[in-house]
């Protein structure tokens, strides 16, 4: 076994720790020493880690964001994001649905950003705090094929 890290404690001798065999110091104190093994901090490292993973994946709420006027609107839910569009009679249709497999998303501290192509064009939703929404700080940027780029700040509110 490799021993990867060490740390002491110096204990005060009392009788029940007397006899455990560690070395005895000056006024009737005792040192003791652990290890800590590779596979001891390994097997802790992915224990860490599956809750995180875990915490992150954690399903959501849905959130529903437009742009100014409501020329652009949509909902991203936990697998996909689905933008609709409204006709003359009042009732909002999903034009385009994009599946979790087909949309990058990139989460922050409090918010995320998600990529994803709908006809050619890049569209990047950044959601700084899903907790406190903000039209400052929330956008959809769409870029072109071509380079050209087109940001609208987004109203959003979790359904």
Not at 49 to 62: D, K, R
Not at 65 to 87: L, N, R, W, Y
Not at 129 to 156: A, R, W
Request: proline residues 3%; positive net charge.
């Amino acid at each position: 076994m490799m021993k990867i890290w060490h740390w002491s404690c110096i204990r005060k001798n009392t009788q029940a720790n007397q006899d455990d065999g560690s070395k005895q110091g000056n006024k009737g104190y005792t040192m003791h020493t652990r290890t800590l093994s590779i596979p001891t901090l390994l097997g802790f490292m992915g224990i860490v880690l599956m809750v995180h993973t875990f915490s992150a994946q954690a399903a959501s709420p849905a959130i529903k964001c437009e742009t100014a006027f409501g020329e652009k609107s949509f909902t991203i839910d936990d697998s996909q994001v689905s933008f609709h569009k409204e006709d003359e009679t009042g009732i909002s249709r999903s034009i385009s649905s994009v599946q979790k497999e087909s949309v990058r998303t990139h989460t922050k501290h409090h918010g995320f950003t998600k990529t994803l192509y709908i006809d050619g064009n890049k569209h990047r939703i950044n959601v700084k705090n899903v907790q406190s929404f903000s039209d400052v700080d929330d956008y959809l940027s769409i870029m072109s094929p071509k380079g050209h780029e087109m940001t609208y700040p987004l109203t959003c509110h979790s359904v």
